[in-house]
């Protein structure tokens, strides 16, 4: 029999710590957000030494997303420019499907 697999099936530790800050926003009941997205912490980044695929970056917006509330998103970092746009463009098609 086959399982069909959700992006939840493979949380990676980050997103264990997303999860946790999430739970701790809620508990806080913010008005608004400003989340800086960091996309230097991509698999293959010249910055850095991150191991984060696109599929993190959608679950990533998902979480985020779920929160429903008012959100600014400053995009710093991300070098790799084969990489840029498509992580981006996984986070914010599920940080806007979310809500």
């Not at 493979?10 to 710590?17: F, Q």
């Not at 946790?20 to 910055?47: C, E, H, Q, S, Y």
């Amino acid at each position: 029999m086959f399982r069909i697999r959700r992006i939840y099936d493979d949380v990676l530790p980050a997103n264990k710590t997303l999860k946790k800050a999430v739970k701790r926003i809620r508990r806080f009941n913010p008005d608004f957000l400003v989340i800086a997205l960091g996309l230097d912490t991509a698999r293959g980044d010249l910055a850095g030494s991150w191991t984060l695929t696109a599929k993190d970056f959608q679950l990533n917006g998902k979480l985020i997303g779920e929160l429903k509330l008012p959100t600014l998103i400053i995009q710093e970092g991300g070098y790799n420019h084969r990489n840029l746009g498509v992580n981006a463009r996984h986070f914010f098609n599920e940080l806007w499907s979310a809500r």
